[in-house]
């Protein structure tokens, strides 16, 4: 590791060369205060950052070693100083240095959520931040002394400003860790309970828009209010207890009139397989981390899933035990993204009417009687999700808005009206004593259980092609573009980036023809919980732009990637 005087003497010499120049800088440097390790050198001003990481002498800020060891109290951790980093950066402010990205300062700030990143490293030895910044120039030309104002004082003042003890806000780590490490309590003790999700009392549910993830107003959202008959409590970890509606195992319909507030509490259920910060509204929305958003998607890739037991005895004689399509249909999209579910081992569907295929939902008494059962090869799953629950374990919740026949399957029905939830199981049952439907049950066959496929090796010889995530709900591929916008529980372009370097690393070290897919991802993910996101990273050193997706989304992704070859296992 070269000297504080060595950096110094090194981006003086540059000033003012071809911008290349900046290559000398790659290397560890004892800076004082922290040391710097450049990892990559960006090739000029407008190309990708310059990334680097700060490692802060373990005198700058002493955490407890009960903080470091407990894995969920070192995830919490991790998030916290990587808010307090973003804090700093916006105190700081943009500083103007040249052409292009010149004197930009990139920090994976993570929003509502608390997940594994690649941001922030605690260990028992020293504090890492993980950066990307802008290397100042005129044109092609270095600015050296802008260079060098960036370094020792700009990135410094970071880490002091966020991570020094004597300005280090103790408490509220203490309290953030603590929210996480008791989120990370109730969420393990729904199974125990019979329960696949809570929502605590006093939730807001609402965002201030249906594209944005901070809460609406509090003087505006209503306040979330258990039903007395679903009302369970949860002591825990901290002292605290808290209340609120518990979903049990089994089919939940959610109805209520448009505008109600139905598909916001699924999106809050959907949501809570994650962890959100304090003050976000929805902290104690708690998920069984299996449960899966399903809906139609028109267009995507399906490769060999066995969707026979939702469709069959097709048009010309096709079968549909190894189903494939490069442009499925709602119908047929739906069913496969539930057959995945179940193989990448989701025990919880999330549906709502809105977003599926009509015709794969239900078929109602008088199109059973227009249409004859042998003419149509749906079997609607209405007729399906209680065998999903009585031979699958396979729970269901779904939001119901006129398809009044799922009464008849349901095991509890929730009624919002204006916000409020009320358990309205009795009343929905005299409703089917009253008004029988009249339709006719048509699974004629059990469902067979979901088949394994394992991704196929790349060929001997073939070149691995390009792979990257474009946003948050593109992947790309090659030349291919893969769409990602129907994983609703990929929420972060970081857990994209990360489900690009993972798929990437699966195929050069785990894929062989044999192992599936189910397999794969949950090794991946194990892989990053315990060596770290530097173990799947395709660069030197380790980026501070990844965040852990579970192995579900990695499997979903995967499913969609056109150019990734897959078979059943047991042919």
Not at 303 to 313: L, N, P
Not at 409 to 416: G, H, I, S
Not at 468 to 475: G, I, P, Q, W, Y
Request: net charge negative; hydrophobic share 45%.
């Amino acid at each position: 590791m070269q000297s504080l005087s060595a950096f110094t003497r090194v981006l003086r010499s540059l000033d003012g060369k071809v911008y290349t120049g900046y290559r000398e800088l790659h290397g560890e440097w004892d800076l004082g205060v922290a040391q710097l390790l450049v990892d990559h050198v960006q090739a000029d001003p407008y190309a990708p950052p310059t990334r680097i990481r700060l490692r802060a002498e373990p005198a700058l800020l002493v955490l407890p070693s009960d903080l470091i060891m407990d894995t969920d109290a070192r995830v919490a951790v991790e998030d916290f100083l990587t808010r307090r980093l973003g804090v700093a950066l916006e105190l700081l402010g943009r500083q103007r240095r040249g052409s292009g990205r010149s004197g930009v300062i990139l920090i994976d700030v993570p929003q509502q959520v608390v997940v594994p990143r690649s941001s922030v490293l605690v260990t028992s030895d020293f504090l890492e931040a993980r950066l990307a910044i802008g290397l100042p120039s005129d044109g092609r030309r270095i600015r050296g002394k802008d260079a060098e104002a960036m370094f020792l004082e700009d990135l410094l003042y970071l880490m002091t400003q966020a991570w020094s003890t004597a300005s280090f806000p103790s408490e509220a780590l203490a309290a953030h860790v603590a929210l996480y490490k008791d989120q990370q309590h109730v969420r393990g003790r729904l199974a125990a309970c019979g329960l696949i999700a809570f929502i605590g009392d006093g939730a807001l549910l609402a965002r201030k828009s249906g594209n944005s993830e901070l809460p609406m107003d509090a003087a505006v959202a209503v306040p979330f209010a258990a039903p007395e008959s679903m009302r369970v409590d949860f002591s825990c970890p901290s002292g605290r207890l808290v209340t609120g509606m518990g979903i049990d195992r089994g089919v939940t319909v959610i109805a209520g009139g448009g505008f109600h507030g139905k598909s916001t509490l699924l999106q809050a259920i959907t949501r809570g397989v994650y962890n959100h910060v304090s003050g976000d509204g929805r902290e104690w929305c708690l998920t069984e981390p299996t449960a899966v958003k399903v809906r139609a998607e028109d267009g995507r890739r399906v490769s060999r899933v066995d969707i026979s037991g939702f469709i069959d005895h097709l048009p010309r004689g096709r079968s549909t035990s190894a189903f494939s399509t490069q442009d499925a249909s709602g119908s047929t999209s739906q069913a496969a993204t539930i057959v995945e579910a179940l193989e990448l081992g989701s025990h919880v569907l999330l549906i709502d009417e809105d977003t599926s295929a009509a015709n794969f939902m239900l078929r109602d008494a008088r199109m059973q009687h227009l249409v004859e059962k042998h003419r149509e090869p749906i079997t609607p799953f209405i007729d399906r999700v209680k065998e999903l629950k009585e031979r699958f374990d396979v729970s269901t919740v779904l939001v119901i808005g006129g398809a009044g026949d799922y009464l008849d399957v349901a095991d509890r029905v929730v009624l919002l009206d204006e916000y409020r939830p009320y358990d309205a199981t009795a009343r929905a049952r005299e409703v089917v004593q009253t008004l029988p439907t009249g339709r006719a049950f048509e699974a004629s066959a059990a469902l067979r259980p979901a088949r394994a496929r394992a991704p196929q090796a790349l060929p001997v010889g073939a070149r691995l092609e390009r792979l990257d995530a474009k946003s948050s709900t593109v992947l790309q591929y090659g030349d291919e573009f893969v769409d990602l916008s129907a994983l609703e529980q990929l929420i972060d372009e970081s857990q994209a980036r990360a489900v690009a370097a993972l798929i990437r690393y699966g195929l050069l070290h785990r894929v062989d023809g044999q192992t599936s897919l189910a397999q794969i991802a949950d090794d991946l993910v194990s892989i990053v919980a315990e060596q770290g996101f530097a173990a799947i990273s395709p660069f030197a050193g380790c980026s501070g732009f990844y965040a852990l997706p579970r192995s579900i989304e990695i499997g979903m992704a995967w499913n969609r990637v056109r150019g990734l070859m897959i078979r059943t296992l047991d042919g």
